[in-house]
C-alpha cells in the first residue's frame, strides 16, 4: 500500500468455492429461505464453472483508478474467456473491451446462468433479457453464414439490406423492400418512417402490441440517421479578447505579463511584501504550471517571499497537482475507490478556505420577524414556510447540530441578505473590490468544479464519503463571494475549457439531483434553493414539475435546465476575464496594428520612414527585394521559353538545356527570397512572396505525385488511374460558383457509369484497358505532369493555373542532403497518438530522404484541445532535445489542437514561451491537413440532434409513467445518468466542444499566434469517384445540412482555411497573413489513412483506390516549400538521433 498516494497501490485477490457457486434463493414474501420447505422456495447457482475459482492482481492509481492483471480462474496462468482482460473490460474499459463483452454475450452458456438468475429477480425483465440475447445470437449466425467478420463486408447497401431482411424473415425476399430504405439513408435524405413500420409490422410478432413503442424507436432512428436544420454561423467582428473588456472590473490584480515581469525584475531583492501577498491570494485562480514556475523556475529564493505566503503557495501547489491529475480520471466503475483518496487532503483544503467564522454569522442572521413583510415576494414566502418546517423538527434532530454555510444560506429568508455576505477582515493590502472578486479559497474554482464533478460521477454516488465530499464543496462554495459560486458552476461540465451549454446542462442535472441520502432530512439541503441564492433572478426547474401530472408536463425539463446553462455561462463572463487575465500573458493589445512584412510598412506609412527604410539594414532589405523580385521576372521567362521548348520536343527536363537554364535561374530567385527573409521574417506576407511561395507549393505537390509515380510508391499508380478516370467522367465548377447543379442525387447514381464492362466500341483509348499510369516509362514526361495536374485538382481555374506555371512543369527538386528539421504530428479526433499509424510510409521515407524526425503527439480519441495541447507540448519538450527546429503538422480536430498548443504556449510560462520561440529549437512552420480548426456542421449538426433526441426521450418516459411504478422510473434514469456520467462520456463531452460554435468562437477570441509562421494548407473536395463507401451516408448528410456538396465529408473548403472565419479580430489577421494556401484537391478527409481504415474498406473502395492516395504529399512538399526558401534550414554533417 503505498501511502503517500504518489505511486500505485497494489493488492493480490483470489477466491475458490471449491467447485461449488453461492447459492441465490427466492421465497414468497414474508418467509425467509431458511423457513421455507424445499418446495416453497426456488434457487439457483449465481456462477458457471470458471468463475468458481480465481486470482487476480488489482493495482489502484494514485487518483483511485482501478485495473486488474495476471487474472486466473480455474487455475493459475489460465488464459480464456474470463482472464484479467474480463474484469479490466468491466471496471477499466479499453480498446478491446468491446470484443471481450461481444464474446461474452455470443458464450450461450454464460448467458443462460445469467438469465435464470434474472428470472429469479424479476421475470418480466428476464423475459426481455431473453429476447434480446436471442436476437443478438441470431444476428451471430447471420453473419456467420454470410461470411461476415469486419464492418466493411456490411456496409454495402445491397449487402446491408440482404443482412436485414435475413433477420427479419430468415430469406431475402424483402432486400426489394429494404434497399430504397437504405439508399434514401445513404443520399442524406433520412429514413423513411412510413416504410419501415410497415416493414416491421409485417415481421415482427406482437407488433400491435407495442406499436406506440415501435412508432418512438422508428422516430427516434429518423432523427439520427437525417439531415438536422440547426443556427447556422455568422461571423462576429472586431472581438476583442475578455482581459480588455471591464478592465476596471479587474484593478489591482496583476495580469500575467505583470506577474513574471516583477518575478524577473530585480532578482536579487525580495519581493515587495504586498506582491508577495497578492499572488498568494491570486494563486488558487493560476494554474499549476503558472505556480510551478513561480516556485520552481523564476529563481526567487524562498526568503524571498513572505513566510505565510510561501507557505499558502506551496499548499496550493500540492493541492492542485492532485486535483490535475483528477482532472483527467473520473467516473464510472473505473474510479470506484476515487472519493476515498479525495477525502484525504479535501477535508483541511475546503477546513482552511471556509470564509467567514460561526460567530460573525450568527450577528449577520436576521429572523425571519424580522424581515420587512411588505417587500416579501412569493419566493421569500416560500423560502420563509420551509424554514419555520425545519423548525419544528425534533430535538433529536437538532442535538448538536450547527448549520454549514451551505445550509445557512440554502435557508436564508431574506434574499437581500443572502447576497451581501459577510466579509472577513483582508491580511492582504487588496481593495475590497479584489476581495469580493477573489474569495480567500485555498481551491480556485475551477479545482473545485473537477472535484465536485468527479463525485457527481462517481458510481457510489450513496456513500457516505462521497456525500461527505460534496458537502463540504457546497460550503466552500457558500463561504466565497457569489462569484465564486458562479465560476465553480460555469467550469461544470468540461473544467478548464471554453464553457459550453450542452455540457453543463448535464452537468447542472446531476448537480441538482445530488444523493443526499447519508444525511437526515433535517441536515439536507434544499439545492434548488442554494442555486437561486447565487443566481438571483433565475428559477431553477424542478424535474417533478416536468413529469407527467406536473404544472409543466407540457414542456421539457431538459430545455429549462439548458437555458439556466446559458444564464449561468452569461453571468460568468466576469470570471473568464478574471482567469484569462491571471493565466495568460497577452504580448499586444487588439489596437495595436497588425504585424506585417517592413515593405508595406514603408509603402502605407507605418512604423518606417522613407529614410529608414534606406538606412543600414533596411538598405540591403530594399536591395534584396528589388533582387528577388528581378531574379523571379527572369526565371519565369526563361521558364516558359524552356516549357514551349519541352512541349514540342518531347524531351524530359532534364534533358533539355534551356531548362536547366530556367532552374538554375529559378534557384538563384529561391536564395534571393531567402535572403530577404533573413532580413525580414515577416516578408513572405508580402503580395508578390506569398504568391510565388504558393506557387512553389504546387509545383512541390505536383513533383511529389510525380516521384511517387516514377519510383511506384505504393499503390500511388493505381491510385492516379482511378483518379484519372473518374475524373474524366466529371465535370466540376469553380469553388466559386458553390454548389455544382450537375451533382448526383445520390452518390450511388451513375455508379455504373464509372465501373460498367467495357464495350467493344470504347477502341485502345479505354481508361481500364489501356492504364495511364500503370507504366510511366511509356509515357512522356509533361503528358504525366498534365494527367497529374487534370486529375488531382479540383478548381478548373487553379487547374489551369498550375498546367501553365514554369515551376510545375520544370519538376524542380530541391538540392539533396538532410534537412534541419523535425516534425510534431497531432492527428484527427479518433486517433492512438503515439502509437497511431497515420502517414507512417510517409515518415519514413521522408526520414530516409531527409533525415526527418517525426515525433507523434500522444492525443486522445474524442478529448478536449486543452487535453491534447498538453500532448502537443510533451511532445514538443522530446523534440526539442534534438537541438532541431520543428513544425506543426495537424489533421482534422489536429489542427485545433495545435493552434491551441501554439495559443497556450505563447501566453504561458516564460518557460513555455521559450518552447515555441526559441531560434534553435522553437517553431518554424505551420501544415494544416483538412483543418478542423474552424469546425464542422456536423458539429452544431450533432448538437441540435442530441437536444431533440433527449427531449423525445423525455416525452416517452412520461408517457411510460403510466405504466410503470415511479421507483422503476428513477431506476431507469439513474442507469441513464450513470452512462452520461462515466469516463468515456465526460472525455467524449470534451472533445465534441472543438466542433461547437460558441466554444470556437471562444477560443478564437482569445488566442494568439506568432506573425512570422508560414501556414500550408491542404484541402479537399469529394467527388463521386473519390468518395470512400463508408463515407458516402455522412457526406450527403453534410451536403444537406449545409447546402453545399464542396466538402471533403468532414469540413468545407471554406472552412478548412489556416485562419479564423467566424472570428474577425486582430489575431486572425495575422493568421491569415501566414496563410499560404494550397489548389484544392480531389480528394477525401480520410486521405492519409490506410492501415487504420481497413476495416472498413469495401470492393468498391478498391476498385476506386480510395485508400491508396499518394501519402507522401501532405508532408514532402511541406518540408520542400520551407527549405527552398531558408525557412528549414539543411543540418549540419553530424546530427542527433533518438
Not at 493480490?12 to 421465497?27: C, K, N, R
Not at 473520473?330 to 460567530?359: H, K, N, W
Not at 478527409?1085 to 491508396?1108: C, R
Request: proline residues 5%.
Amino acid at each position: 500500500v503505498n501511502m503517500s498516494f504518489e505511486g500505485t497501490t497494489q493488492c493480490e485477490l483470489s477466491w475458490d468455492f471449491q467447485g461449488s457457486s453461492p447459492i441465490l434463493q427466492v421465497t414468497s414474501p414474508g418467509n425467509t429461505p431458511a423457513q421455507s420447505s424445499h418446495e416453497d422456495r426456488q434457487q439457483v447457482p449465481v456462477l458457471i464453472k470458471d468463475l468458481c475459482q480465481g486470482r487476480l492482481n488489482m493495482e489502484i492509481s494514485p487518483v483511485g483508478g482501478l485495473s486488474f492483471t495476471q487474472a486466473s480462474t480455474s487455475r493459475e496462468d489460465k488464459e480464456g474467456l474470463y482472464d484479467w482482460k474480463f474484469f479490466n473490460a468491466i471496471v477499466s474499459p479499453d480498446e478491446d473491451s468491446p470484443t471481450r463483452i461481444r464474446d461474452v454475450l455470443y458464450d450461450k452458456k454464460t448467458m443462460y446462468k445469467l438469465l435464470a438468475v434474472t428470472k429469479l429477480v424479476n421475470a418480466d425483465l428476464e423475459k426481455v433479457l431473453r429476447y434480446f440475447l436471442t436476437q443478438v445470437w441470431r444476428a451471430k449466425e447471420i453473419f456467420d453464414q454470410e461470411g461476415i467478420s469486419e464492418p466493411g463486408k456490411v456496409i454495402p447497401g445491397h449487402k446491408m439490406a440482404r443482412l436485414i431482411s435475413l433477420f427479419l424473415c430468415g430469406d431475402i425476399s424483402q432486400v426489394d423492400e429494404i434497399l430504397p430504405i437504405i439508399r434514401r439513408v445513404v443520399a442524406g435524405d433520412g429514413l423513411d418512417v412510413v416504410r419501415v413500420k410497415e416493414l416491421l409490422r409485417k415481421h415482427v410478432e406482437n407488433y400491435d402490441e407495442w406499436a406506440a413503442e415501435f412508432d418512438r424507436a422508428a422516430k427516434w432512428a429518423a432523427v439520427m440517421l437525417g439531415p438536422m436544420t440547426f443556427n447556422q454561423g455568422f461571423v462576429e467582428c472586431e472581438v476583442p479578447p475578455s482581459a480588455e473588456s471591464n478592465q476596471e472590473i479587474y484593478v489591482g490584480i496583476p495580469t500575467a505579463k505583470d506577474i513574471y515581469d516583477v518575478l524577473r525584475d530585480k532578482p536579487q531583492l525580495p519581493l515587495d511584501p504586498s506582491f508577495s501577498n497578492l499572488i498568494s491570494r491570486i494563486a488558487p485562480y493560476m494554474t499549476f504550471r503558472q505556480i510551478s514556475y513561480v516556485l520552481n523556475s523564476s529563481g526567487r529564493p524562498s526568503n524571498h517571499w513572505q513566510p505565510f505566503d510561501l507557505k499558502r503557495l506551496r499548499y496550493v501547489y500540492s493541492v492542485k497537482k492532485k486535483v490535475q491529475e483528477i482532472s483527467e480520471s473520473y467516473g464510472g466503475l473505473s474510479f470506484l475507490p476515487q472519493s476515498f483518496f479525495v477525502s484525504i487532503f479535501l477535508g483541511e483544503a475546503t477546513r482552511s478556505s471556509l470564509r467567514a467564522p460561526m460567530d460573525i454569522v450568527a450577528e449577520n442572521h436576521v429572523k425571519p420577524e424580522a424581515a420587512d413583510h411588505t417587500k416579501r415576494t412569493v419566493l421569500s414566502k416560500l423560502r420563509r414556510h420551509r424554514l419555520e418546517g425545519s423548525s419544528r423538527l425534533t430535538e433529536e434532530d437538532n442535538e448538536g447540530f450547527v448549520m454549514s454555510p451551505a445550509s445557512r444560506v440554502a435557508s436564508l429568508s431574506n434574499l437581500h441578505l443572502q447576497h451581501e455576505q459577510p466579509r472577513l477582515a483582508s491580511k492582504y493590502n487588496s481593495s475590497s473590490g479584489v476581495e469580493d472578486l477573489l474569495g480567500d479559497s485555498l481551491l480556485g474554482p475551477q479545482d473545485v468544479a473537477i472535484l465536485l464533478q468527479a463525485g457527481l460521477t462517481s458510481v457510489m454516488k450513496g456513500s457516505t464519503v462521497v456525500q461527505l465530499n460534496q458537502r463540504m464543496l457546497l460550503d466552500l462554495m457558500a463561504s466565497q463571494p457569489r462569484t465564486f459560486a458562479i465560476a465553480v458552476l460555469a467550469e461544470l461540465g468540461t473544467p478548464g475549457s471554453q464553457g459550453v451549454p450542452r455540457a453543463l446542462t448535464s452537468a447542472l442535472m446531476a448537480f441538482i439531483e445530488m444523493d443526499q441520502s447519508s444525511f437526515k432530512p433535517a441536515h439536507r439541503i434544499d439545492i434548488h434553493n442554494l442555486l437561486e441564492s447565487w443566481l438571483p433572478g433565475l428559477k431553477i426547474p424542478r424535474r417533478d414539475d416536468y413529469l407527467a401530472g406536473g404544472r409543466w408536463a407540457r414542456q421539457s425539463y431538459y430545455d429549462a435546465i439548458f437555458g439556466v446553462s446559458v444564464s449561468i455561462l452569461d453571468l460568468a463572463e466576469v470570471y473568464s476575464g478574471l482567469k484569462l487575465r491571471i493565466q495568460r500573458v497577452r504580448h499586444s493589445n487588439e489596437s495595436d496594428p497588425v504585424p506585417g512584412p517592413k515593405e508595406e510598412s514603408f509603402l502605407t506609412g507605418v512604423e518606417t520612414s522613407s529614410d529608414e527604410f534606406h538606412n543600414n539594414a533596411n538598405s540591403k532589405l530594399a536591395t534584396s527585394i528589388n533582387a528577388a523580385k528581378e531574379k523571379i521576372a527572369t526565371a519565369d521567362d526563361l521558364g516558359k521559353s524552356a516549357v514551349f521548348e519541352l512541349k514540342s520536343s518531347g524531351k524530359p527536363s532534364k534533358e533539355c538545356a534551356s531548362c536547366a537554364s530556367a532552374i538554375s535561374a529559378y534557384k538563384k530567385a529561391f536564395a534571393a527570397c531567402a535572403q530577404v527573409l533573413s532580413l525580414d521574417k515577416n516578408a513572405f506576407q508580402a503580395h508578390w512572396f506569398k504568391s510565388f511561395f504558393r506557387r512553389n507549393y504546387d509545383a512541390l505537390m505536383v513533383k511529389s505525385v510525380y516521384d511517387n509515380v516514377i519510383e511506384d510508391v505504393d499503390n500511388v499508380r493505381i491510385w492516379m488511374d482511378a483518379l484519372r478516370r473518374g475524373s474524366s467522367l466529371r465535370s466540376t465548377v469553380p469553388v466559386c460558383d458553390g454548389l455544382e447543379s450537375n451533382y448526383p442525387r445520390s452518390i450511388l447514381d451513375d455508379l455504373d457509369k464509372v465501373f460498367s464492362p467495357i464495350s467493344s466500341t470504347q477502341g485502345e483509348n479505354s481508361f481500364i484497358t489501356n492504364p495511364f499510369f500503370a507504366c510511366p516509362e511509356k509515357q512522356k514526361e509533361q503528358d504525366i505532369v498534365d494527367a497529374i495536374i487534370a486529375a488531382l485538382f479540383y478548381d478548373p481555374s487553379e487547374r489551369e493555373f498550375i498546367a501553365n506555371d514554369p515551376l510545375v512543369r520544370l519538376l524542380i527538386p530541391n538540392d539533396p542532403g538532410n534537412y534541419n528539421f523535425t516534425i510534431i504530428t497531432a492527428m484527427g479526433v479518433i486517433t492512438e497518438g503515439k502509437k497511431g499509424r497515420e502517414l507512417e510510409k510517409a515518415v519514413e521515407r521522408l526520414k530516409k530522404k531527409r533525415g526527418v524526425v517525426t515525433v507523434r503527439a500522444d492525443t486522445g480519441t474524442a478529448r478536449s484541445v486543452d487535453y491534447n495541447a498538453n500532448k502537443i507540448e510533451e511532445a514538443v519538450e522530446q523534440a526539442v532535445k534534438l537541438g532541431r527546429p520543428y513544425g506543426l503538422v495537424g489533421y482534422s480536430q489536429g489542427c485545433a489542437n495545435e493552434f491551441n498548443f501554439e495559443s497556450l504556449m505563447l501566453s504561458g510560462t516564460p518557460d513555455q514561451q521559450k518552447l515555441l520561440i526559441s531560434s534553435e529549437t522553437g517553431l518554424i512552420c505551420r501544415q494544416l491537413l483538412f483543418s478542423a480548426a474552424n469546425g464542422s456542421v456536423h458539429g452544431p449538426a450533432g448538437e441540435a440532434k442530441a437536444h431533440q433526441l433527449i427531449t423525445m426521450s423525455e416525452d416517452f418516459f412520461k408517457y411510460q409513467q403510466g405504466y410503470f411504478s415511479r421507483a422503476f422510473i428513477s431506476s431507469t434514469l439513474n442507469i441513464i445518468n450513470d452512462i452520461l456520467d462515466s469516463a468515456a462520456f465526460q472525455k467524449f463531452m470534451g472533445g465534441a466542444q472543438s466542433f461547437f460554435p460558441d466554444a470556437l468562437k471562444a477560443f478564437w477570441r482569445e488566442a494568439q499566434h506568432m506573425s512570422h509562421i508560414p501556414t500550408c494548407v491542404l484541402r479537399g473536395v469529394l467527388e463521386q469517384h473519390t468518395t470512400p463507401e463508408s463515407l458516402e451516408m455522412i457526406s450527403n448528410l453534410l451536403s444537406k445540412q449545409s447546402g453545399s456538396r464542396l466538402h471533403d465529408s468532414q469540413v468545407h473548403v471554406y472552412d478548412a482555411v489556416g485562419h479564423p472565419i467566424y472570428v474577425k479580430n486582430r489575431n486572425g489577421r495575422i493568421l491569415k497573413n501566414c496563410d499560404m494556401g494550397g489548389a484544392i484537391q480531389r480528394t477525401h478527409h480520410w486521405s492519409p489513412l490506410s492501415e487504420e481504415v481497413e476495416y472498413v474498406k469495401t470492393n468498391k473502395d478498391v476498385q476506386q483506390a480510395s485508400f491508396d492516395c499518394a501519402k507522401d504529399r501532405h508532408i514532402f512538399p511541406f518540408c520542400d516549400v520551407n527549405a527552398r526558401f531558408g525557412i528549414i534550414g539543411y543540418a549540419p554533417g553530424n546530427e542527433k538521433t533518438f
